[in-house]
């Protein structure tokens, strides 16, 4: 993933989290990128709806990759 690629909000695809994301379902854009910033996943900062929202990697798909 990387800023710019058009992404919809998934539930985790990570077994033992049981966190569903309030926002699961919305497509928006990544506008930033946190790679390395946590252990165990990359965050991103994603536009949905006019709002800012960081997630987890496991909580975006990507639908269709900047060119």
Do not use: C, W
């Not at 946190?34 to 997630?55: A, I």
């Amino acid at each position: 993933m990387k800023v710019g690629d058009l992404v919809t909000v998934i539930q985790s695809l990570v077994e033992s989290d049981k966190l569903v994301s309030p926002h699961a379902g919305r497509i928006g854009v990544i506008i930033d990128a946190q790679l390395g910033l946590f252990r165990d996943q990359d965050s991103f900062t994603v536009l949905l709806n006019n709002k800012m929202v960081s997630m987890g990697a496991n909580y975006l798909e990507v639908i269709s990759e900047r060119q």
